[in-house]
């Protein structure tokens, strides 16, 4: 039973560009989570979906980024007009539901590098 | 904000060592505490968690305890062995304004070096 899978696994952009982040959940789960780590920090919350919907976007910040997990595919996390600052590794999670115990398994990350 | 924090950010032991790591939290509302690591280049790991309805729970190796009434939780692994060595995050889960329990808080890290 593969994990939550993420590509690419490193990623670098000049600023301006645009990074597009996939996140493939666990076999069975339809709930996805997005992080975002800086160095040596730990890790925030970004945005929830579910499929076709966002449920909890709070930690997305409101501009150049968005996220979508589609009907059929991986959920995208889009960066627009990357800068340096948006340097860090993004994390996704999946969850089989959102229940109080519901355990959020991670993959193994993309690490974007804006130059 | 609130916030999940750890008292302290680094941790050397010996093998065959117990270990303990600690962290604060602040949300008196946190329904929910897990324990992850994290290897270097990759993503956090479950280890074990804790409903706030206990104060205990053991694992193979690791034992969480929660202190609500400081607010306090803290990891205990026995026997440390050098495949420990990691960075440790605990975090915590609450219902926000009626929402679902879908946010996870994190604490900063404790990087622990198990020592041959």
């Known amino acids: 039973n593969a994990g939550v899978m993420q590509n690419p696994r490193h990623l670098v952009r000049r600023r301006g560009q645009e990074a597009r982040l996939r996140c493939s959940p666990m076999?069975?789960?339809?709930?996805v989570y997005w992080y975002r780590q800086l160095p040596e920090e730990g890790l925030k919350f970004m945005v929830y979906l579910q499929k076709e919907n966002i449920i909890d976007e709070s930690g997305m910040p409101k501009e150049r980024f968005s996220a979508e997990f589609p009907k059929e595919g991986p959920s995208i996390l889009r960066i627009q007009q990357v800068v340096r600052g948006d340097s860090a590794a993004y994390f996704c999670?999946?969850?089989?539901?959102?229940?109080?115990?519901?355990?959020?398994?991670f993959g193994p990350g993309t690490r974007l590098t804006v130059l | 904000g609130e916030s999940v924090g750890l008292h302290l950010p680094t941790l050397s032991v010996q093998e065959g060592d117990n270990s303990i790591i600690n962290c604060a939290y602040s949300?008196?509302?946190?329904?929910?505490f897990i324990w992850y690591k994290q290897e270097s280049g990759k993503g956090p790991q479950f280890i074990i968690d804790?409903?706030?309805?206990?104060d205990k729970r053991q694992g193979q190796r690791v034992t969480v305890l929660l202190n609500k009434t400081v607010k306090h939780l803290s990891l205990q692994i026995a026997a440390t062995q050098p495949g420990d060595s990691a960075v440790y995050f605990c975090?915590?889960?609450?219902?926000?304004?009626?929402?679902?329990?879908?946010?996870?808080?994190f604490g900063q890290g404790t990087i622990l070096t198990v020592h041959p």
């Open positions: 949300n008196s509302a946190s329904d929910y």
């Open positions: 999670a999946s969850s089989t539901t959102t229940g109080v115990t519901d355990t959020q398994y």
């Open positions: 076999k069975g789960h339809s709930h």
């Open positions: 804790i409903r706030s309805n206990m």
């Open positions: 975090a915590e889960k609450f219902r926000a304004g009626g929402t679902s329990y879908g946010k996870l808080t």
